[in-house]
DNA sequence: TTCTTCATGTAATTAGTTACATGATTGA
DNA sequence: TCAATCATGTAACTAATTACATGAAGAA
């Protein structure tokens, strides 16, 4: 296989969502927003070029159906796509990976002001609250039994209880740093660490460290 | 100021370490690498280019030395360069962004087998352990007194208190997650979801939303 | 009938990565 | 003195994003 048709984590992405049944690129880009954005964000351009790749490699198969005087195309996943797929689940994946420019903001505090400090983590805390509406909405429609592929809520709710967990925790730490901040003196730059609660942070990586 | 040249979130972490003090090009990469790789991870290669950028616009300047018959080149922030990064912090930045490759893969596990997931969510737990780990060593170098930066505790303990918490919620989802897929049949399409334990995601969830 | 939103892409650009190259330093 | 590692980059490539373009469907 040559270098630059190596399948990305994205193809792998696109070709679980072919394994569950057809889809039109459309609504590809629909499910990913709705189900994948969170854990593999990607721009939609991605999802309508990506599934050619997995075409010229006989991962998948395309079908064109006219709408009006436009075609579009429908994928579908073949059997030597099953079989990567298979395969990818049995190899090791990337751990998390994390970008998070409010904290780099943080970090960098001395250099601003103690507002702006403050404003950033209400923006974080703004933001967990927000993921977490809308994460709590769909788990509310599959309690309901309105989710689409119920016979995948198993592996789905494993996902769901990530994210909650996950979002939990990114709220209560703003609300934390908040409190830390808030005592800050006005100037950041004189700002003093608070030794119980460094030593807090320590006892609770050393309880995560030791089983 | 011309679209190729607009700052990065990249730029301005580059910029942030400057307003620390000058760094050498590899003096950086370290630094990248110790402090910063968590939550802004990226290539070395990028941070011997990044710089020049930040010279050209006028937000660093570079002082080459000699090193035998090899130049090095140093950094340092200008004043321009400090008003940028004061800007910066006074703009809302962008909230956590998660790339998780093996949630992708619990996602998709029924194209799997029973043993894949439970390897995949064993690698998660060693990934966690072993993050929490490192933050560990760091922090207690802080509390020795060792670290760099003794000015810079109050900020960085804020992060530190962050990674410990995510570190700590990670390893303990995937020791959950284990429990669930030990009871999950032999074939993953058989698995059914566990309603006791959806029940209290969204509880979970709930608690999140009302304050 | 026209405006808006849904749907279906392509083109241009870029941020970032991987691979490569080589001088300097250190320890066996 | 030679091998390994530290240090300093450049070049080639690519995965992904942003911007653009336009047809179809539905609402006012």
Do not use: C
């Not at 792998?12 to 969502?17: D, E, S, T, V």
């Not at 198969?61 to 395969?87: D, F």
């Not at 002001?113 to 209400?122: I, M, P, S, V």
């Not at 709220?171 to 003196?185: D, F, M, N, R």
């Amino acid at each position: 296989m040559s270098r630059g048709e190596r399948l990305t984590t994205t193809s792998y992405a696109i070709l679980g969502l072919l394994a569950v049944r057809p889809w039109t690129t459309y609504e590809l880009t629909q499910q990913m927003d709705r189900s994948l954005r969170r854990v593999w964000p990607r721009a939609k351009s991605k999802l309508y070029e990506e599934p050619k790749k997995l075409v010229a490699l006989g991962l998948a198969g395309a079908t064109e159906e006219p709408v009006g005087r436009r075609p579009r195309t429908v994928y579908a996943i073949t059997a030597k796509g099953r079989r990567a797929l298979a395969e990818w689940l049995g190899r090791p994946g990337e751990g998390p990976v994390l970008e998070f420019e409010q904290l780099l903001q943080i970090s960098f505090a001395e250099n601003g002001t103690k507002q702006d400090a403050l404003a950033t983590l209400a923006a974080t805390r703004a933001w967990a609250v927000e993921q977490n509406e809308e994460n709590l909405a769909v788990a509310h429609a599959y309690l309901a039994g309105e989710g689409l592929f119920q016979q995948r809520v198993a592996q789905n709710s494993l996902g769901g209880r990530f994210l909650t967990d996950y979002y939990a925790m990114v709220k209560e730490w703003a609300e934390w740093a908040t409190g830390l901040v808030e005592q800050w003196p006005d100037d950041p730059r004189r700002a003093t660490v608070d030794l119980p609660s460094m030593r807090e942070t320590v006892r609770r990586a050393e309880r995560t460290a030791r089983p």
